[in-house]
Structure formats: C-alpha cells, structure tokens
T-cell receptor, first 112, second 114 residues
C-alpha cells in the first residue's frame, strides 16, 4: 500500500541555519503531496502542497518540489527561526481518495 | 478555512471505561475524519464519518471499539470503548471542504489509559 518515509528526528539547528527534511513516498499513480506542521499544543496545519510532478509548493519561506523520478518531496528553508520549532509531517493523498497517509513526523528545534 | 473545536483536550481514564470525543466545526463540511497518533508514531486514519449513514472504517478498526456519530454537517463524535493502556494516544478530528485539499485538523485529544 501507499506509504511515506521521513528522515528520523529530532533535528536541532541554530537560528538562520539551512533546513532540509527528507521525505520519500511509495504510491501508485500520481498522488498529491503535503507538508503539515504541528506547533506545540496545537493541531496540524497545512504548510504547503503539490499536486503534480515538478510542482513546487511554498509558504512562509518553506519550499518543497514534487520529484516523481525520485519519489521525493523534501522540505527546505534557507534560514530557520526559533518560531519554526515544531513537528513536521509529510503526507500523500491518492487520487480518488480523501484519505491522507502520513509519515512519522520530524521534530525540529531551532535554538537562538 | 474551517475552525475546529475538539473536546476534551486531554483526559486520563481507567481501563475498561469509555470516552467520547467531540468535534465541532464552525461551518458545514463535506467530510470528517478521525485519526489516531500513537506515541512516537504517525497519524493513522481510523474512519471517515459520514453524515446520515454509518462511518467507514479503515482496516484494523471496528465499530464496536470506535463507534462514531455524525448527526449533521458540523458535528461528530468518536467514542473509544472498553479502553486499555494500548489506546493511549492522541485522537484528532479532521475536516475537508470542497476540492479535497483544504484539510483542517483539530488540536487533538490526548488520552491516557491507566
């Protein structure tokens, strides 16, 4: 079945460092891909999405490009802030289904 | 996007008892979902709550253990029945409006079974 694999956390960075969180997926067809973020004590929020190959999703300085050839959707940010400390989830949705399949999540801590 | 109020935010329950979690949305939504997030694990879909009909359960989840109600387009409940410590998890309500991409999640219910 469909699955999502994220890099193991936790990830600890200093403020203004470059961030990459790797995400690869296994799915048939052409799923839509998502990054969700969960700040401490809050629910999941959609960070960005991409619906077809080579699409780039972006929001709040974060970017991810849908790479079908490598079945990847890595999350990047050029300069992280303390306020970016959260858990990040990669997810996919198969066409014709409303079900989201999530990765295990990666906890990011940014120190001042 | 929709705003979800999920209650309770956390609870500690005795094994063998049941807990009902409520999910209230501030607008009518097409689909509502219930997820479980076990400690250190990913989110797993329990079921899709359908308005006016029985919920659709994912493999490994059954109605007797997780009965769901969806009386209208803005409200749903999930009951965790006959609880055991293995049911200790975060339970999240999620909704989607039109288009299928606008998933919104509640803040979750952190359940501990002792």
């Amino acid at each position: 079945g469909d699955s999502v694999t994220q890099m193991e956390g936790p990830v600890t960075l200093s403020e203004e460092a470059f961030l990459t969180i790797n995400c690869t997926y296994t799915a048939t067809g052409y799923p839509s891909l998502f990054w969700y973020v969960q700040y401490p004590g809050e629910g999941l929020q959609l960070l960005l999405k991409a619906t077809k190959a080579d699409d780039k999703g972006s929001n709040k300085g974060f970017e991810a490009t849908y790479r079908k050839e490598t079945t990847s959707f890595h999350l990047e940010k050029g300069s992280v802030q303390v306020s970016d400390s959260a858990v990040y989830f990669c997810a996919l949705r198969q066409g014709g289904s409303e079900k989201l399949v999530f990765g295990k999540g990666t906890k990011l801590t940014v120190n001042p | 996007s929709a705003v979800i109020s999920q209650k309770p935010s956390r609870d500690i329950c005795q094994r063998g008892t049941s807990l009902t979690i409520q999910c209230q949305v501030d607008s009518q939504v097409t689909m509502m979902f219930w997820y479980r997030q076990q400690p250190g694990q990913s989110l797993t879909l329990i079921a899709t709550a359908n308005q006016g009909s029985e919920a659709t359960y994912e493999s490994g989840f059954v109605i007797d253990k997780f009965p769901i109600s969806r009386p209208n387009l803005t409200f749903s409940t999930l009951t965790v029945s006959n609880m055991s410590p293995e049911d200790s998890s975060i339970y999240l309500c999620s909704v989607t409006g039109t288009g299928g991409y606008g998933y919104t999640f509640g803040s979750g219910t952190r359940l501990t079974v002792v």
